[in-house]
C-alpha cells in the first residue's frame, strides 16, 4: 500500500521558517511528481509548489522566493523549505504525488496533512 507521510509542521512566529518533509513508501515503480498543497477551513485546498522528475519546479505566486522545494537524496522523500512566513500562510500542509505502483500505472496519492500555524 503506497503512503505519503508528511513531518514538521508546528507554530511559528511571523517572519519564521520551517521545514516540512513528505515520504513516500510502499510499492512504487516511478514517481512522476512531488506536490505541496494547502487548506485553511472553509477554503479550497491550493497548489504551494511541486516538483516532478524530469527536473520542473513551480510555486504558487503568494510563496515565490520565500519556499523552495527539494528532494531528499531519492525521489521518495520531498521537503518544502519554508521563510519569511507570514499569518496567512497558516494553514493544512498536504503532500501529493503522481506516481504508479507498476509499469502501467499512474494515480494519484495524497497525505494525511500536517499543521501549519503562523503567529502575528
Known amino acids: 500500500q503506497v503512503r505519503l507521510v508528511e513531518s514538521g509542521g508546528g507554530l511559528v512566529h511571523t517572519g519564521g521558517s520551517l521545514t516540512l518533509s513528505c515520504q513516500a513508501s510502499?510499492?512504487?515503480?516511478?514517481?512522476?511528481?512531488m506536490a505541496w498543497y494547502r487548506q485553511t477551513p472553509g477554503e479550497q485546498r491550493e497548489f504551494v509548489a511541486i516538483?516532478?522528475?524530469?527536473?520542473?519546479?513551480d510555486y504558487a505566486n503568494s510563496v515565490k522566493g520565500r519556499f523552495t522545494i527539494s528532494r531528499d537524496g531519492a525521489w521518495n522523500t520531498v521537503n518544502l523549505q519554508m521563510n519569511s512566513l507570514k499569518p496567512e500562510d497558516t494553514a493544512v500542509y498536504y503532500c501529493?504525488?503522481?506516481?504508479?505502483?507498476?509499469?502501467?500505472?499512474?494515480?494519484?496519492?495524497w497525505g494525511q496533512g500536517t499543521q501549519v500555524t503562523v503567529s502575528s
Open positions: 501529493k504525488s503522481d506516481l504508479g505502483s507498476s509499469p502501467l500505472s499512474r494515480e494519484e496519492y
Open positions: 510502499g510499492p512504487i515503480f516511478k514517481i512522476y511528481n
Open positions: 516538483a516532478t522528475t524530469d527536473g520542473e519546479i
